[in-house]
């Protein structure tokens, strides 16, 4: 008995120590069929994104579909749910590659749901494709590891939003010392981050840093000692509600200076919530709220097939769904019929531009460089609504 | 209860009581050690998780289910261990070193906390390990130095003696681990402190009177309790492979009591079978949802009635984002009021209906006490 259990150890061992080769495997494609996979979060606390992006991915499937698929192929889509528990992600993310057979992982939902299985997607050797988050660990790419290859996103991350914002404000709207309200968690140092260095590029003396906890509700001392240090422009690091904070402390104080946000508070929430106090307030952002009422051609054609198929008008988190699975189309149809994992590699490397029907800044990646977008849109609430006053605005001039 | 005829004194301290147990944990065993082969990496992964959940749940069994005292902070203690690792495989430590090292620092830290215990009781306890469970939340998403902060940690599978471990190697690693701890698990509990820990349970008055310091056994229960969760967090984090505050949150520490009240407070197999049902459900309702749709609409269409909308209908149910959580909920409650001693207990109760059948009595257990009320004998 015992020799037995010493054999299997040994060969358990000997399994154990084989080096994790980084080969890239084609898996998931037949004459007929490309199944993708994706975890979404459907029933945790981020399920306001999760549950769009999984229909925006759908729909995108059906339309390709409906198209004729991708030379000939239709795609499947398996879609799980991470309930934002990364023990759960990599469950599901084994489950796809395994069970299902994925060919490649389409955007995944989050940032520690997306980073905790990330290893497994690269040592299965399959393509990890614009996960919803703009963590750096899912783009940037270590020279010594092969298997970074496998990985692309296409979200501009925080950083390059504030950067942006703030670049484009001081430019052209001549405001002089910003300062920066901001959450204290990773988002908030994020911005800090990126605050610092293009107030160190623009050559401007950096001004007050105050932050504030989640979930915060008050915010008059960060406001007043914003006000007292003589601050013109405030760059808002906060999400939605406290960005509607943030801005009627400062009204209540009957102080006015210029608001620049990022992305979490460019979201039609904001100027909905912040009414009259919001007005003015520049937002950065990737892709154009959808104006519903407004909307004419490939736009309004999307808007009314996803009322039809959900029941409820579309907002951004679906688009981020959507044009996941739709750059991935471009590039799947670019790489021909013999669709492997490297051929796709070489077609997304090839540095063909991918746009989108929403206006958004063209995607295009190269050998080095796995985030497909370096600009971003500015836009300022008016008459209630976010409306583009900047297209195509990076900070490096 | 079966008791086998003592005959000799050796016998007491036997790890195995009958030759039963002796097969039945040899196959299991050679089961365990097979797993690899007889399993795929989604599988294997799953057999993982529930190792690390029961190691868990062996250290939350030892503090609440034998001495008595609640905790919603354990998951703090797995962060503790889980950081330790990140931070020192950093560092290039070896792994034997740092593990040990992260049983080590959380049982101190496990000792500290155990002090509150010592002046607080039931609800109250409670609230200071789950106070604490929040501050250690907010160290690790400050002292950035160390953490990385909010941006998380990155690791890789561990290095065995210079041994570089795959899915598989890491597998037996965690076997080993909750093999050993198990068995220490077995020992302590029929040591001298082990008995310590019962008798401040049923009462502390009794167990003051009988020589029993309070305050040694408990510090001593909180130690060791959150050295084992300690060493359950190394391998937590080497599973993830990325760790970051939000993970170690008051919703992971409630998972963990789930483990113990799912599982059977009172025995140390409850915590493989909490562990088992926490990690299995999500797998399972996944599979349930690709599969059962189409298997009903089978049997429905073979009684001669309309498939395709039975498909669409049990397809709605399944997929369905709030069901687990039902699921959840209704077992918890399910548990606490007609099976206290959880699947553990219903275990030992099936074993005895085959055992004694046609002669088992449900009153045979109408007697058993709950230790889950910590205010219990003061």
Redesign the interface.
């Known amino acids: 008995?015992q020799m037995?259990?010493l054999a299997?150890?040994v060969?358990?061992?000997a399994?154990?120590?084989?080096?994790?080769a980084a080969q890239f495997k084609t898996q998931g494609v037949t004459d007929t069929e490309i199944v993708l996979g994706t975890h979404q979060d459907?029933?945790g606390p981020i399920?306001a994104w999760g549950?769009p992006a999984a229909n925006g991915l759908k729909l995108a499937a059906d339309e390709i579909n409906a198209a004729g698929g991708i030379n000939g192929r239709k795609i499947k889509l398996i879609v799980?749910?991470s309930?934002y528990d990364?023990?759960?992600a990599?469950?599901?993310t084994?489950?796809l590659?395994?069970?299902d057979g994925i060919f490649a992982m389409i955007s995944p939902m989050g940032?520690?749901t997306t980073?905790?299985p990330?290893?497994i997607v690269q040592r299965a050797g399959i393509l990890h494709l614009f996960p919803i988050t703009a963590?750096e660990?899912t783009y940037k790419m270590d020279p010594g590891k092969p298997e970074d290859r496998l990985k692309f996103n296409i979200f501009v991350p925080y950083y390059d939003t504030m950067r942006i914002g703030l670049h484009w404000a001081v430019k052209n709207k001549g405001f002089k010392a910003p300062c920066i309200i901001y959450q204290d968690?990773?988002?908030g140092?994020n911005f800090t981050d990126a605050y610092k260095d293009e107030v160190e590029a623009l050559k401007i003396k950096a001004g007050t840093m105050a932050s504030f906890k989640r979930g915060a509700t008050d915010f008059g001392s960060q406001v007043a000692k914003a006000k007292a240090d003589g601050c013109d422009l405030v760059a808002l690091g906060s999400v939605v509600r406290e960005s509607v904070g943030i801005v009627t402390t400062a009204k209540k104080l009957g102080w006015e200076p210029g608001f620049v946000a990022s992305t979490p508070t460019y979201v039609p929430d904001f100027p909905e919530l912040g009414k009259e106090n919001a007005a003015g307030v520049y937002g950065v952002g990737q892709v154009e709220i959808i104006d519903s009422a407004a909307a004419t051609g490939k736009v309004k054609a999307f808007i009314d097939a996803y009322k039809a198929k959900f029941g409820v008008e579309p907002n951004n988190q679906v688009i981020a769904g959507y044009n996941g699975l739709m750059t991935f189309a471009f590039y799947a149809n670019l790489a021909g019929k013999n669709l492997t994992t490297e051929s796709l590699l070489d077609a997304m490397e090839s540095g063909k531009e991918f746009v989108d029907i929403f206006g958004s800044p063209p995607i295009k990646f190269s050998k080095t460089d796995h985030l497909g977008v370096a600009e971003a849109l500015v836009a300022q609430v008016k008459d209630g609504k976010w409306q583009t006053v900047a297209k195509n605005q990076g900070y490096k001039d | 209860m079966h008791q086998p005829v003592k005959t000799d004194y050796s016998q007491d301290l036997r790890l195995f009581r009958t030759a039963g147990q002796v097969w039945s944990y040899a196959a299991l065993a050679v089961f365990l050690l097979a797993a690899p082969i007889l399993f795929g990496n989604y599988l294997l992964s799953q057999v993982v998780f529930v190792i690390i959940y029961a190691i868990v749940g062996i250290a939350l069994i030892i503090l609440s289910g034998y001495t008595g005292q609640v905790s919603i902070g354990h998951a703090a203690f797995l962060a503790i261990g889980a950081y330790t690792a990140a931070y020192c495989q950093k560092q290039g430590i070896p792994f034997v070193v740092y593990f040990v090292l992260a049983g080590a620092l959380t049982g101190v830290v496990g000792y500290l906390v155990g002090l509150p215990a010592l002046r607080l009781h039931g609800v109250y306890l409670a609230i200071a390990t789950f106070a604490f469970a929040f501050i250690v939340e907010e160290i690790l998403a400050r002292w950035e130095s160390v953490t990385n902060g909010n941006e998380g940690i990155m690791l890789a599978l561990p290095d065995l003696f210079g041994l570089k471990l795959g899915d598989t190697g890491f597998y037996y690693l965690c076997l080993a681990v909750v093999t050993t701890i198990m068995l220490g698990a077995i020992n302590l509990l029929r040591s001298p402190t082990g008995r310590a820990f019962v008798a401040l349970r049923d009462s502390e008055t009794a167990a003051k009177s009988m020589g029993v310091n309070p305050a040694r056994y408990k510090t001593r229960s909180f130690a060791i309790s959150a050295a084992i969760t300690g060493l359950a967090g190394v391998l937590y984090a080497h599973k993830l492979s990325f760790i970051s505050p939000e993970m170690f949150t008051l919703s992971l520490s409630i998972e963990f009591i789930m483990i113990v009240i799912i599982g059977g407070i009172a025995s140390l197999r409850g915590a493989v079978f909490g562990a088992i049902f926490m990690i299995m459900v999500d797998p399972v309702l996944a599979t349930l949802k690709d599969d059962l749709p189409g298997l009903v609409a089978n049997v429905v269409s073979v009684l001669g009635l309309n498939g395709g909308g039975a498909q669409e209908a049990v397809a709605r149910v399944v997929n369905a984002p709030g069901l687990k959580s039902l699921i959840f909920g209704l077992i918890i409650i399910f548990f606490i009021i007609f099976e206290p001693f959880g699947l553990a207990g219903r275990w030992e109760k099936i074993k005895l209906y085959v055992r004694l059948f046609p002669l088992y009595k449900a009153t045979t257990f109408k007697r058993q006490k709950m230790y889950l009320k910590s205010e219990r004998g003061r």
Not at chain 1, 15 to 20: F, I, K, R, T
């Open positions: 008995m037995k259990y299997i150890v060969a358990g061992a399994c154990a120590a084989q080096p994790a459907l029933s399920k549950v799980e749910d309930g990364p023990k759960k990599v469950l599901a084994q489950k590659i395994e069970r940032s520690a980073l905790a990330l290893p963590a660990f968690d990773e988002m140092k």
